[in-house]
Each structure stands twice: as structure tokens, then as C-alpha cells.
């Protein structure tokens, strides 16, 4: 079992900035990829960015320039550092992490509010 706890989200003005925290615990020896997750209203949950367990990082399209994941390397903490957010970022952003042997695990959620 893996428990996942996310933090720093909020409100923020188009332009600002926000960096999430996503803490692991439980079994972390055996997490394999962490991936942030968003979830605007109405509409499904998709992938943000992705990071291997050697390190390799995916965005989705054009976030690339304003999104940066990166893991501490005990695996324990994920992060992702949002830059120049826009109104249409709004959502709740959800860790979650895939481990050896497979098994999915997501945190409860962080809703991030970009608004003027």
C-alpha cells in the first residue's frame, strides 16, 4: 500500500505561479512512475506530466513551458512547479503513482483556482 497526500494548491491571478507537493508513504520501495493528474469541472481526468524511475519526465501537449515535474530520489516527495497559469489550468490536481508489481495508487486531491 502506498498513501499519497497532495498539497499546494489554492487561488492564484492568471500569470502566477503555484508548485504542488505530492507525499508518499507506505510501501515507496516499490513506486515505479509518479504522474500528476488534473481535473477541471466537467470534464475528465487527465495526465499532466509524468516522471520514470530513472528519472525520464512526459508533459501532455504545451504544458512542457510552463509545467516542471521532478521527485526527490528516496521517491518519497513528487513535485510540480506551475509557471504563468491561465484560467483554463483550473482544476483539481491529483498525484498518483504505479508501482512494481503493478498497482495504482492517487492521492485525494489538490484544487488549484486560477482566477482574476
Known amino acids: 500500500q502506498v498513501r499519497l497526500v497532495e498539497s499546494g494548491g489554492g487561488l492564484v491571478q492568471p500569470g502566477g505561479s503555484l508548485r504542488l507537493s505530492c507525499a508518499a508513504s507506505?510501501?515507496?520501495?516499490?513506486?515505479?512512475?509518479m504522474n500528476w493528474y488534473r481535473q477541471p469541472p466537467g470534464k475528465e481526468r487527465k495526465l499532466v506530466a509524468a516522471i520514470t524511475s530513472s528519472g525520464n519526465t512526459h508533459y501532455a501537449d504545451s504544458l512542457e513551458d510552463r509545467f516542471t515535474i521532478w521527485r526527490d530520489s528516496d521517491k518519497k516527495t513528487m513535485y510540480l512547479q506551475m509557471i504563468k497559469l491561465r484560467p483554463e489550468d483550473t482544476a483539481v490536481y491529483y498525484c498518483?503513482?504505479?508501482?512494481?508489481?503493478?498497482?495504482?495508487?492517487w492521492g485525494q486531491g489538490t484544487q488549484v483556482t486560477v482566477t482574476s
Open positions: 498518483n503513482v504505479e508501482t512494481l508489481p503493478f498497482e495504482s495508487y
Open positions: 507506505g510501501n515507496i520501495f516499490s513506486i515505479n512512475h
